[in-house]
């Protein structure tokens, strides 16, 4: 069996999880100065994007204990398309949920190399956490070949990664262009409380198996789990995505 939340389709998908965002700020908030919550990159943001403001009235009284951190980031241009912060969320995703600025703390690829920034966040990030603890929430996105954030299957990035000390390392040859990028190792996602994935479309069926049943370890995302026992994975798939699971 799999810890998974099946919904008819990708909307129905996406509104299953953005509930679930909410019941976890809930949970933590009455306890906490601050919650942080990891994004990915890729079609999840889009789709978080156009759902969580939906959530808002429920929201809005943790908003501004939320502090909005990032899982990876591609290492271009600030204003080039591929960029996740500055390409798509700064002006839609944070604007619609009025998330002050200073609460969001991305990864500005704006060093004078991809190794450097990947130091530059992991410090900035120990300065805002105070330690090596995990996010609180993280969100993440699958690849069709099985990756997630910028670890890829059979990469250094993924390898190396998981044996790291490292929160935070850069990739100089990602598979899947632009091939610098800076992104969360292994050990660190797994410190995190609660992981949510989600994963839409039939495109993603096979890997799907592969990770929630087969249980292929050489595939990064299929490692993914709570290092800690009150830690919560979750997935969140659309029946296309679920079609060659047996649940
Ligand atoms: O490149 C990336 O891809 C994955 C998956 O993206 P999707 O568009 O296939 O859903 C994403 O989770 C990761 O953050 C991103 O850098």
Not at 70 to 85: A, I, K
Not at 176 to 188: A, I, N
Request: aromatic content about 8%; proline content about 7%; hydrophobic content about 35%.
């Amino acid at each position: 069996m799999c810890a998974a939340v099946v919904s008819e389709d990708p909307a129905k998908t996406v509104k299953n999880l953005c509930r679930h965002i909410v019941q976890a700020i809930e949970t933590l908030s009455p306890n906490r100065e601050f919650i942080t919550i990891g994004l990915s990159g890729g079609s999840l943001i889009k789709q978080l994007s156009d759902e969580l403001p939906n959530h808002k009235q429920k929201l809005d009284a943790h908003i501004p204990k939320l502090r909005f951190l990032f899982c990876d980031e591609r290492f271009v241009p600030l204003d080039h398309d591929d960029c996740t912060y500055y390409g798509f969320l700064k002006n839609n995703f944070f604007k619609n949920l009025n998330i002050p600025p200073e609460n969001v703390f991305p990864i500005k690829a704006d060093a004078e190399n991809v190794g450097k920034c990947a130091a530059d966040y992991e410090s900035k990030m120990k300065n805002l956490l105070n330690s090596n603890k995990g996010f609180d929430i993280l969100l993440l996105g699958i690849g069709p070949d099985g990756h997630t954030c910028s670890l890829f299957p059979g990469h250094k990035s993924f390898i190396d990664g998981s044996n790291s000390q490292s929160l935070v390392i850069p990739v100089c040859d990602s598979p899947k262009p632009p091939p610098q990028r800076v992104t969360l190792t292994l050990p660190y996602i797994n410190n995190s409380s609660y992981l949510f994935f989600c994963a839409v479309g039939e495109n993603k069926a096979s890997m799907l198996k592969k990770i929630l049943e087969d249980k292929d370890l050489s595939l990064p995302s299929a490692n993914v789990r709570p290092a800690s026992g009150e830690g919560v994975l979750k997935w969140f798939i659309d029946q296309a995505a679920s079609k060659d699971l047996k649940i």
